[in-house]
Nanobody, 115 residues
Framework: QVQLVESGGGLVQAGGSLRLSCAAS?????MGWYRQAPGKQQRELVA????????NYATSVKGRFTISRDNAKNTAYLQMNSLKPEDTAVYYC???????????WGQGTQVTVSS
């Protein structure tokens, strides 16, 4: 059973920065964050990174958010700069284990950006 510990998040003014972190136990391949905005039913990909360092970003966050990871610590980080009110959401850490591939979700952390 994989354990995930999320930290970071909070309230920030537009233009500010926050950093999220997600520490996982076990053998992990991809790590990333999804978010669910108020009033929306689905979570959307924000950014993900593989064990080898390949990254993917949502178009809306490219150039503002940076995902990184420390494989030795099994921890991923999401640096969020130039935050906008539309970034307000609950951010969920999501990891995929190595073979067999299982998906695990964190409990979520609230990010609120005020205008």
């Amino acid at each position: 059973q994989v354990q995930l510990v999320e930290s970071g998040g909070g309230l920030v003014q537009a233009g500010g920065s926050l950093r999220l972190s997600c520490a996982a136990s076990g053998s992990i391949n991809a790590m990333g964050w999804y978010r669910q905005a108020p009033g929306k039913q689905q979570r959307e990909l924000v950014a993900r990174i593989t064990r080898g360092g390949n990254t993917n970003y949502a178009t809306s966050v490219k150039g503002r958010f940076t995902i990184s990871r420390d494989n030795a610590k099994n921890t991923a980080y999401l640096q969020m700069n130039s935050l906008k009110p539309e970034d307000t959401a609950v951010y969920y850490c999501r990891v995929v284990t190595t073979t067999p591939e299982y998906i695990y979700w964190g409990q979520g952390t609230q990010v609120t950006v005020s205008s």
